[in-house]
């Protein structure tokens, strides 16, 4: 079965940047669409990006917008988050997220991001 495994999570000062990846297991995976999302302690999951194969259209929460972008690499299984002016609000646990054409999503394990002084 496909598996997701993110990486690029780490501690970074305020203002700093980070660069998240995720890559499915199978190379030849091509989801309809790959996501990130994040948690933080106490908080309810949220939905950070979105990116569709189809027209690249992407989504972005409010908080992030203008801040990160995601990206799908060439190979179709794996995405990007490119964070920059990181806040300390943004500490979470981030989780790749990808939804096949039957709507079937798969979940990756998260990565720790922690944005502090």
């Known amino acids: 079965q496909v598996q997701l495994v993110e990486s690029g999570g780490g501690l970074v000062q305020p203002g700093g940047s980070l660069r998240l990846s995720c890559a499915a297991s199978e190379f030849t995976f091509s989801p309809y669409a790959m996501s990130w999302y994040r948690q933080a302690p106490g908080k309810e999951r949220e939905l950070v990006a979105r990116?569709?194969?189809?027209?690249?259209?992407?989504n972005y929460a409010d908080s992030v917008k203008g801040r990160f972008t995601i990206s799908r690499g060439n190979a179709k299984n794996t995405v990007y988050l490119q964070m920059n002016s990181l806040k300390p609000e943004d500490t979470a646990v981030y989780y790749c997220?990808?939804?096949?054409?039957?709507?079937?999503?798969?979940w990756g394990k998260g990565t720790l991001v922690t944005v502090s002084s």
């Open positions: 997220n990808a939804r096949d054409w039957n709507s079937l999503d798969y």
């Open positions: 990116v569709t194969s189809v027209g690249s259209a992407t």
